[in-house]
């Protein structure tokens, strides 16, 4: 058996190691499809993986990268031949299942997404999971009602790669966008993108009240704590805030007020194990609403011997937009 480039996750005497080396291709897991891996991407979640910052790795040793794009170079599934372009996003990839940082990686048939016309592999690593995760908060939204003419939207975390696709595609689509960020200097770049508004974080931060003023119809969250109680408090009558991340804690410290007097809905989005319909209907609105330029704009490329030093930098707030990661 041959041997291929990967990031592999060691336990050390304190925490875990991350480093680039060869991985044996005998000891990929069970998955009737083979993929030979072009592109991958950064996400906050390979960051905690990679630094060991959180018990994201369950078996050990684990390739990291929880998504990738490539093109199929053996399958015993009769959904799939060699040489199909196909997606792979989510279901245990980088934390119970051997991962996307290497040049071959071994996933069940049932996994895979093919490639949507009119989109590159690197296209796909450009959105990966946090573009995934923020066009599903989107039709989350449509699906409980919530439209442009509903009033404006809040997009939180606005800088990072769930924030920056939402606002593309949220504006992009029609709404008013008001993007929350933590970095002030990214006002230009929100706006860029789509943001109609940019506001301080620090609105959004301290304690929330039961209920405070309404200011928007909908949200797009990726932060949690505080931030999501504070966008639940002044949430419209009717409105809903689509939950999809934890970047300031997985605390809730909300009261009963929005849902029960305002009748506010929170919408729980998950990607990890998100059925193969909702992801192909995500994956081919993505293809089409999602401005190719502005892609471009919010996406920077690095080679698979410098994640874990980026992986480093996503955690600490370093990183704008999406970092798409070329495996060969």
């Known amino acids: 058996m041959a041997s291929f480039k990967a990031i592999r996750i060691d336990k050390a005497d304190k925490g875990t190691t991350a480093a680039l080396t060869q991985f044996d291709e005998a000891e990929l897991m069970d998955g009737d499809v083979t993929v030979r891996v072009e592109w991958s991407t950064l996400n906050y979640k390979d960051g905690l993986a990679l630094t060991g910052k959180a018990p994201v790795v369950r078996r050990f040793p684990m390739i990291a990268g929880i998504d990738f794009a490539g093109t199929v170079e053996a399958s015993s599934d009769p959904a799939w031949k060699a040489g ?12 119970t299942h051997l991962g996307a940082y290497a040049e071959k990686a071994r996933v069940k048939g049932d996994w895979l997404v093919a490639l949507p016309q009119g989109l590159s592999a690197r296209d796909a690593m450009a959105i990966g999971t946090a573009g ?52 002030a200097t990214e006002a230009d770049y929100l706006k860029s ?85 909702p992801r192909k209907a995500a994956w081919q609105r993505l293809a089409s609403d999602l401005d190719r330029t502005k892609l471009s704009e919010i996406t920077t490329e690095i080679p698979l011997d410098q994640v874990p030093e980026w992986g480093a930098k996503i955690l600490a707030g370093q990183v704008r937009g999406r970092i798409v990661v070329k495996i060969v």
Not at 159 to 172: E, K, P, T
């Open 84 to 95: 199909d372009k196909v997606v792979c996003t989510g279901w245990g990839m980088g934390e």
């Open 132 to 183: 995934f995760t923020a066009m599903l908060s989107v039709l989350a939204l449509e699906k409980h009602g919530v439209s442009p003419k509903s009033g404006p939207v809040v997009v939180t975390g606005a800088a990072g790669g769930v924030g920056s696709v939402a606002i593309a595609v949220l504006s992009r689509v029609g709404y008013h966008v008001i993007a929350s960020t933590g970095r």
């Open 193 to 277: 993108l789509g943001a109609a508004e940019v506001i301080d974080r620090n609105e959004l931060s301290a304690p929330a009240k039961p209920l405070a003023k309404e200011r928007w119809a909908g949200g797009v969250d990726s932060v949690g704590s505080n931030t999501l109680a504070n966008l639940l408090s002044m949430t419209r009558y009717g409105g809903a805030i689509a939950a999809c991340g934890l970047a300031a804690g997985m605390d809730l410290p909300s009261s009963v007020a929005p849902f029960i007097l305002r009748g506010v809905c929170l919408l729980g989005i998950d990607s990890v194990m998100c059925p193969i319909d």
